[in-house]
């Protein structure tokens, strides 16, 4: 029984790591028994984020894009929780962006982990596709090769409902080795960093990305919320 809860969860992290790419994401059987799984990728996809809450309930996270040749544009994710067929948290349905840039998201059924980075994600992805004419499977694998043999994971400290709480930093330049990187000059020195912590509700606080020596950034940063209740101890 052990053997077939990992290899289960092995494929739900290859599905989760691989980003979405699909229109019929699952990710619903998510648990630590993963035995090759690099602590970046347990820490991102293979925790039980959303154990905690009590659906229903939604997650709000603020978009912020700037440096681009659009100027300064801000946005917005949302992430609607109800309860399962068991009556746990959650299934999932989301939204992220606006107008000409919605991205199409799948609802997830039995989702343990919070799906808001592999959304982040997906859309950075299409991004770095559109801009640079690459290949949308070569940007996927060098941010599934970064997570899994070269990211850091640094504790740091986040301001939350007004008091400090401890959080987890991971950081990936999922780009600063790729033999390709010659083809896509400034979107190559590209780094990302995502922060965690079970002070907040759904565990994912927020996520950056920047190009050093630029002023080109994104943020997605959870806000405050009455909407998501917590489980009684």
Not at 105 to 117: G, T, V
Request: glycine residues 6%; contains cysteine; charged residues 20%.
């Amino acid at each position: 029984m052990k053997c077939a809860r990992s290899t289960a969860a092995r494929g739900a992290l290859r599905v989760a790591i691989a980003l979405i790419g699909s229109a019929s994401l699952s990710v619903s059987a998510q648990t630590t028994e993963v035995p090759d799984a690099s602590p970046a990728e347990r820490l991102l996809f293979l925790q039980p984020h959303l154990a905690g809450i009590r659906p229903p309930g939604t997650l709000r996270y603020a978009y912020v894009e700037e440096g681009g040749a659009g100027g300064t544009l801000k946005d917005a994710m949302t992430i609607d929780l109800r309860a399962d067929a068991t009556g746990a948290c959650c299934d999932v349905s989301g939204s992220f962006l606006s107008g000409p840039r919605a991205l199409q998201l799948p609802d997830i059924s039995q989702a343990r982990s919070n799906p808001a980075l592999l959304y982040f994600l997906e859309q950075e992805v299409r991004q770095l596709q559109q801009q640079t004419r690459g290949q949308s499977a070569h940007f996927r694998q060098r941010i599934r090769l970064a997570l899994a043999h070269s990211a850091t994971v640094s504790p740091t400290t986040i301001r939350w409902r007004g008091s400090d709480a401890a959080a987890q930093r991971v950081h990936i330049a999922p780009y600063v080795d790729d033999p390709y990187r010659q083809r896509f000059q400034e979107a190559s020195k590209k780094e990302y960093d995502f922060v965690m912590s079970d002070a907040v509700p759904g565990g994912v606080y927020q996520v950056l990305t920047q190009v050093p020596g630029t002023d080109r950034r994104q943020t997605l940063t959870l806000q405050e919320t009455s909407d998501v209740r917590s489980r009684a101890p």
